[in-house]
């Protein structure tokens, strides 16, 4: 394939890089200073003249029709500005953009509810006040009635004849229907000493960022300008859907995101209300600013994809994996406002770490009467991989093997790498027998074996689980063709500026917008390598504005792919920048353009040792121009969009979908109470490899971050709904969010393995928060090993664990 071939010679072209001066050292964090002071800027602390405050009337029921929503009492509230309801909302908007296939692309959702609700917790009305407290109040006063209709709350019912339909207009609750068949699943059956079955759940849960969906829009009717300022992940990629919703000219939309306090996908579909604030600016004639409070997030805001496997594994004797034949059935919830892009997203990582070629995947998305799903940590592919090492766990059980035996049988070796996946991923390096083999050093894994069975004779329950999973970063949108080919999304793309002012200060400003990841030390450090300065001395703009920052509409902080893209698009434009500079340099100094260097501050003729410093060469780009070589334009600044070689699915669907794929590899040791169905992590380790670290420390933040996100889904945060459709757990009484008092302490280790096709050979990190959750139901069914207990939720639940060990006992 062309791409091994533009990989192997990157990676030559590493190794004969001289070495980076600031890139691989762990250099404190720029945006810490302000952040921890109390000086970071947030939605929140954004205050304009005028501003008022809105408030959102949710629905009660799961799925109702509106018969009609009175406003009359709220408005005449002193202190009420407007209200909005779902029927003015139809005539002033268009129904958002949907990216599915006929009929699901029938689908019509608003950013308030029109006719009928379809989850619990869905907007149906609101208000904008002069305070938020008289805004609230008003919702009290809004008289809403509504007539109950069934409501389904399982993606499988959701399937059956006569089951409630979500949304009528579509016909159905189906989004999605797929298959994808590589190798021969058939023949591989037929080989198999054994063939493993096992039926799978992976949960509802959220990643819970401390600061929650906020929004102040603006429209200006001197300027015509709608100014939105925001908390969200993708604000160029809103722009889209909120230029068609709103029947605004997207030219005229400034999106503006300041520091944010988390986001992890859960950011990213927030464009429902941004439309809703927006409405109420232009209805108001004021700045209208939304908080969203924790009952709203948890409810409505979206959760991760719930799903459900059917899996069979045809299996050698020795250990050997020959295939796996999947069907699986996805609750997207009541909309799709990111799907069915899951649906085909976990085909990045189709095989995970392991070498088989026959793979075979049904796949269905379904509606369902809950919260909308979106991006939430390691999107889709989360599901897919807890799904793939559980199913090596229980291979390993059936056989009575050792799972670290079966997982080093079956690993891609780091020889084999590029390796080609069943579906056209194309893995960039890696050596996960190593990563393996470091972790069950770290764990002390064979002296905890042996402690288990001796612990086990005293009736003390010792549980060890592994798991290693793959972190794919940078994703090509071209693999929402396979959901719908009419999508007009390829690739992906990525913008910086750089510019050397008349006094040589240098500025950076980047499309990516960060939400704590360090996207300002990560950048100045690149940039400060290319032009031989001190990180001090380059300044990366906050935030993102789409009136300053240089951006492509698939911009953003998502999918683990600043570090990569943003890189890229720092180099290209440092080439352009240190080209021309080199020009003026070699101007002045009398000498060969191709023997400019930058050192120190300076330019520097390699040849004769002469140099001139970078102030110097601002000051005639920019004034001091009569100075400049003929011909040559005045200024010192550049943009670059850098993408990468990505291509389109084939009949088969497979396609290179992301570019590059770190990896890690968890181990824990737990111990559990069978008279509780509780349990405690004695240690947990973790080994990780996402290529060349451009800041160790900043990795290391990613790292436990990741794990802390997986081990409380594993351990507490999960998404329940009684049988009315009402969420269970929806504050954090209820959604068990872990603090550091249950996070355990973190033994991490590091490996680098250069991606064969990345700038400068690093990968994305930060999508590992689905390591911990497969590591830790692996030692959850190793520890009630003597009970027979098998495990097939992805959440430990100590009620339900006692409940099978009660079950089991009863058999006994």
Same mark, same amino acid.
């Given at each position: ?53 809105? %408030? ?15 406003? =009359? ?11 909005? *309801? ?18 699901? $692309? ?11 609700? #379809? ?88 990643? +819970?960022?401390?600061?929650? /969906? ?12 709608? $100014? ?56 108001? &004639? ?10 709203? #997030?948890? =409810? ?109 049988? $079956? ?25 393996? =083999? ?48 009419? /999508? ?13 002012? &008349? ?42 504005? =789409? ?5 492509? #509409? ?18 290209? %434009? ?43 060469? &601002? ?15 005045? &200024? ?58 451009? $800041? ?21 945060? /999960? ?11 929806? +504050?954090? *009484? ?23 096709? %990345? ?11 689905? +390591? ?6 692996? %030692? ?33």
């Amino acid at each position: 394939m062309r791409l091994h071939k533009k990989g192997l010679s990157t990676l030559t072209k590493l190794v004969r890089e001289e070495p980076a001066l600031w890139m691989g050292h762990p250099l404190k964090r720029k945006e810490d200073r302000r952040l921890l002071t109390g000086l970071g800027k947030f939605v929140d602390d954004i205050k304009l003249p005028g501003m008022a405050y809105a %408030a959102i009337l949710r629905s009660p029921y799961a799925h109702a029709r509106i018969l009609g929503i009175d406003v =009359s009492k709220a408005e005449r509230l002193e202190g009420v500005v407007c209200t909005l *309801v779902g029927e003015e909302v139809a005539k002033l908007t268009d129904p958002f953009l949907q990216i599915s296939s006929p009929p699901a $692309n029938k689908l019509k959702d608003y950013c308030l509810a029109v006719g009928k609700v #379809h989850f619990a917790g869905e907007p149906v009305a609101a208000v904008v006040a002069e305070t938020r407290s008289t805004a609230e109040d008003a919702l009290e006063l809004i008289d809403a009635e509504y007539e109950a209709v069934d409501h389904v709350l399982d993606a499988k019912e959701a399937l059956k004849p006569g089951a409630p339909v979500i949304h009528e207009e579509v016909g159905s609750n189906v989004v999605f229907r797929g298959k994808w068949d590589y190798g021969d699943i058939n023949a591989a059956m037929k080989q198999a000493d054994k063939v493993v079955k096992k039926t799978l759940h992976f949960h509802r849960f959220s990643s +819970t960022p401390i600061e929650n /969906n906020a929004v102040l829009a603006q429209y200006d009717k001197a300027t015509g300008f709608l $100014n939105v300022y925001s908390n969200n992940q993708m604000p160029m990629f809103c722009i889209p859907w909120v230029s068609f919703a709103l029947k605004f000219p997207s030219n005229r939309i400034r999106m503006v995101t300041g520091d944010v306090g988390g986001g992890f996908g859960t950011k990213i579909i927030s464009y429902p209300y941004i439309v809703l604030i927006s409405l109420l600016a232009m209805r108001s &004639g004021r700045p209208v600013k939304w908080i969203e409070t924790r009952t709203e #997030h948890l =409810s409505a805001a979206n959760h991760g994809n719930e799903r459900m496997f059917e899996v069979e594994i045809p299996v050698k004797n020795d250990g050997t994996i020959l295939g796996l034949k999947v069907k699986a059935w996805d609750d997207c919830g009541a909309y799709t406002r990111y799907e069915p892009a899951g649906a085909t997203i976990w085909a990045q990582v189709t095989p995970g770490c392991y070498r088989f070629k026959n793979f075979q995947m049904e796949f269905l998305q379904v509606m369902t009467s809950k919260c909308p799903v979106g991006p939430n940590r390691g999107y889709s592919r989360m599901q897919h991989l807890w799904m793939i090492e559980r199913s090596v766990d229980i291979v390993a059980r059936e056989l009575g093997l050792d799972p670290t035996e079966v997982r080093l049988k $079956n690993f891609i070796r780091p020889e084999e790498m590029p390796y080609v996946t069943p579906s056209g991923g194309v893995y960039d390096g890696g050596n996960y027998p190593e990563s393996l =083999s470091r972790v069950l050093k770290l764990i002390d894994y064979w002296r905890w074996r042996k402690e288990q069975v001796e612990e086990r004779k005293k009736g003390r329950l010792i549980g060890i689980g592994i798991s290693t999973i793959l972190d794919s970063g940078t994703n090509n949108f071209g693999q929402v063709k396979i959901t719908n080919p009419e /999508n007009p999304f390829s690739g992906n793309s990525e913008g910086a500026r750089i510019s050397i002012d &008349g006094l040589g200060g240098i500025q950076v400003a980047l499309g990516t917008s960060p939400q704590g990841q360090g996207h300002e030390t990560f950048a100045s450090q690149v940039v400060a390598d290319e032009f031989g300065v001190s990180p001090d001395q380059v300044t990366v703009l906050m935030g993102f504005d =789409s009136a300053v920052n240089p951006y492509s #509409h698939q911009s953003g902080a998502y999918a683990s792919r600043c570090a990569v893209m943003g890189t890229g698009a720092l180099l290209g %434009a440092a080439k352009k920048v240190k080209e021309k500079a080199a020009k003026i340099a070699a101007h002045v100094l009398k000498a060969d353009p191709e023997s400019i260097e930058f050192k120190e501050g300076h330019a520097v003729d390699r040849d004769s040792g002469r140099k001139i410093p970078l102030w110097q060469i &601002g000051n005639i780009a920019w004034v001091n121009n009569v100075l400049l070589p003929e011909g040559m334009e005045p &200024g010192l600044v550049a943009i670059h969009f850098w993408r990468p070689d990505f291509g389109l699915p084939d009949e088969k669907w497979r396609l290179n979908q992301t570019l590059t794929y770190s990896y890690q590899s968890h181990a824990a040791v737990i111990e559990m109470d069978p008279e509780t169905g509780k349990f405690k992590i004695l240690k947990y380790a973790i080994v990780d490899d996402c290529g060349k670290q451009i $800041n160790p420390m900043i990795v290391e933040g990613q790292v436990h971050g990741a794990a802390a996100h997986g081990i409380g889904a594993a351990m507490y945060e /999960n998404f329940e709904y009684d049988e009315d459709g009402q969420l269970k757990s929806s +504050t954090l *009484v209820d959604y068990l969010v872990p603090t550091a008092l249950e996070v355990p302490d973190l033994v991490t280790e590091s490996m680098e393995t250069p991606s064969l096709f %990345a700038p400068k050979g690093i990968k994305g990190v930060g999508e590992g928060g689905g +390591t911990p959750i497969s590591a830790i139901a692996n %030692a959850v069914e190793d520890a009630l090993t003597p009970y027979g207990v098998e495990i097939s939720d992805s959440h430990q639940n100590p009620q339900r664990i006692y409940e099978l060990i009660v079950k089991k006992r009863k058999k006994m």
